[in-house]
């Protein structure tokens, strides 16, 4: 029997993966739906200033993505979490133009949270799978 989750995995960060016990990426009916994407380091640590870790996670995020065959220009939604929102969202903003690409962009929805396990931000995307 076929299972009905086509998982993906990027390079190096299986065993990650595994121990946390969840996919990083499905793939299911033509459409890659991307686990949240912290700014973690190989090792799972978080890195500990806002910017890098913003950065590490979208750096995180494309490694899933481009295993998967896509990219960002792919993705049509993106939800993002915030510790404190107030003190993330300026940076975020100040990050995105150098992964979000050209209009048009995928829809965004934020989220203020209290805790991420030690990260102050979080992303996770759907993207179109290129062919689907």
Request: proline share 9%; net charge negative; aromatic share 12%.
């Amino acid at each position: 029997m076929t299972s009905p989750r086509d998982a993906v995995f990027p390079p190096g960060r299986q065993a990650l993966y595994e121990r946390n016990r969840y996919s990083p990426a499905v793939r299911s009916n033509g459409f890659l739906f991307v686990s949240g994407q912290v700014g973690s380091r190989d090792d799972g640590s978080p890195e500990p200033e806002l910017e890098p870790q913003i950065r590490r996670a979208f750096g995180n995020l494309n490694g899933v993505l481009e295993a998967a065959g896509c990219t960002f220009a792919d993705v049509v939604e993106v939800t993002v979490f915030l510790v404190d929102p107030e003190a993330v969202l300026e940076t975020f903003w100040r990050v995105l133009p150098d992964y979000w690409g050209e209009a048009p962009y995928p829809a965004l929805t934020g989220v203020g949270v209290t805790w991420l396990y030690g990260f102050q931000f979080e992303i996770k995307v759907i993207a179109r799978l290129p062919g689907a």
